[in-house]
């Protein structure tokens, strides 16, 4: 076959869109080598390089679509690019379908957050909801098949968009192998200049994570030199207008990190030296720092509800993320028992080592001949 995948989410910042897509692609061309690959990408611009160039071989060729607005990319050139290239199948790897393409598909969709939680709904974030409410709804009704990575989001597709759950097929993402891989020593303090005991929180800083409660819970810890690093990029103004001045309230001034985006090699160091994950998060399509910090043998605290326990297993301590004194008590239970977080890491290394890129894509691969079965 002739597969069509739009790479274009790979080009900017790292994310989670950006792993997922990076590490399902490289599967997928190592693997499907009996299929013609053609990657979409967009034209290289200021913070935005050329989508995946590791990824080379002799069946891989690419195609640059772009236009000035990314709606106006999605729904009239790329279309006209697909049908360019007469693709037997198109696979978008997040949300969106052109309405123009005929053909067969399949879309990726990882959560329905933007329609579950309205708190989500805040200045700099609202024309991206928007877009993804209008649009996510047409491309389930599009699409031969959707692919989404645990079975609680499975439900809420078939719940709130009402798509028959023989067009759902779970496919759980995976760590990229980098974080099976110890850091270099000293990486941390070198990098990043953390030292000391601190706890670890990854995610965008925006409402669904829970970092009001996470800081509340956090400052209630009596042990007075440990830090907390929150890594992961702003969205809109919730930092600033909510995150920093509760800081400040709590008097966390000089023991909570706000460390930005950090590249995959930084984020495995911290894994590494944090004495725990602490991910309370309201909702999540999967949760990816899970796995990766289990990868790298840290501790994981998180959510008892959506996807978490699903992706967690029996390898993580699970907490009601409402509860702010749970959350708090859970986290002293960490840091007070070396014997629990030794088990903890054990339990979580081999949980991780479940989840791969090939068995995604092999996955990925049967849905792909369903899709074109189907058409």
Known sequence: MRIGIDVSWAQGPPSGTATYIQGLVEALVRLGTQHEWILFE?????????????????????????????????????????????????HSPAFFLPLAWRGPSVVS????????????????????????????????????????????SADDLARL??????????????????????????????????????????????????????????????????????VGPEAGGYANEVLRPLIGRLGLAGRVTLAGRLDDVALRALYHTAVALVFPSLAEGFGLPIVEAMACGCPVITSAISSMPEVAGDAALLVNPYDTAALAGTMDRVLSSPELRADLAERGRRHAALFTWDQAALQTLRCYDEAVTDR
């Not at 939680?117 to 993804?132: C, F, H, M, T, V």
């Not at 995610?203 to 996470?214: D, F, I, M, T, Y």
């Open 109 to 152: 969709m990882f959560d329905l957050n933007f329609l579950r939680l309205r708190e989500n709904w805040q200045p700099g974030r609202r024309r991206a909801y928007l877009s993804l409410a209008l649009q996510a709804p047409l491309a389930a009704r599009q699409a031969g098949r959707i692919i989404t990575l645990s079975q609680a």
């Open 161 to 230: 968009l009402r798509v028959p759950r023989r067009k759902i097929t779970v496919i759980p993402g995976a760590p990229r192998r980098l974080f099976f891989q110890p850091p270099a020593p000293d990486e941390l303090q070198t990098r990043l200049g953390c030292r000391g005991r601190f706890l670890l929180s990854v995610g965008v800083l925006a409402p669904q994570k829970n970092l009001e409660r996470l800081l509340r819970a956090f400052a209630t810890i009596g042990e007075p030199d440990l830090g907390l690093v929150m």
């Open 42 to 90: 967009r034209g290289q611009s200021a913070g935005r390089g050329r989508a995946l160039p590791e990824v080379a071989a002799r069946n891989v060729s690419r195609a640059v679509v772009d236009a000035p607005l990314t709606n106006l990319r999605q729904q009239v050139t790329l279309p006209l690019a697909l049908r360019r290239r007469h693709l037997d199948l198109y």
